[in-house]
């Protein structure tokens, strides 16, 4: 199982990044997907999440209404529209699986496999 992230990088304050995560999942079609992230010092946290159908659809009050969470199971790819970003965004972003057909957690420890993380640096 290999999850992969990518598209982080450094942008101002109020500009855009799109995440993706391509996942090497058997059935990634059943499984649901997230996205975590760790600031320098402070614990990983819940950003959003997505059922495997795109059906149940989470985010943390933090980024509500400026990310949002997307999934292609034909691609078996998730990825995190971000917008209006703050330069308290700045942190490793972590996509991860977690092997359900119920609507995702937002704690990190359910998840089952984790990909290596992305930086985002967000200046002000």
């Known amino acids: 199982v290999q999850l992969q992230a990518s598209g982080g990088g450094a942008v101002q304050a109020g500009g855009s990044l799109r995440l993706s995560c391509a996942a090497s999942?058997?059935?990634?079609?059943?499984?649901?997907m997230g996205w975590f992230r760790q600031a320098s010092g402070k614990e990983r946290e819940f950003v959003a999440s997505?059922?495997?159908?795109?059906?149940?659809?989470d985010y943390a009050d933090s980024v509500k209404g400026r990310f949002t969470i997307s999934r292609d199971n034909a691609k078996n790819t998730v990825s995190l529209q971000m917008n209006n970003l703050k330069p308290e965004d700045t942190a490793i972003y972590y996509c991860?699986?977690?092997?359900?057909?119920?609507?995702?957690?937002?704690?990190?420890?359910?998840?089952?496999?984790w990909g290596q993380g992305t930086l985002v640096t967000v200046s002000s």
């Open positions: 991860a699986a977690e092997e359900t057909t119920a609507p995702p957690s937002s704690t990190a420890d359910d998840y089952d496999h």
């Open positions: 999942l058997r059935r990634f079609g059943i499984t649901g």
């Open positions: 997505i059922d495997w159908s795109g059906t149940y659809i």
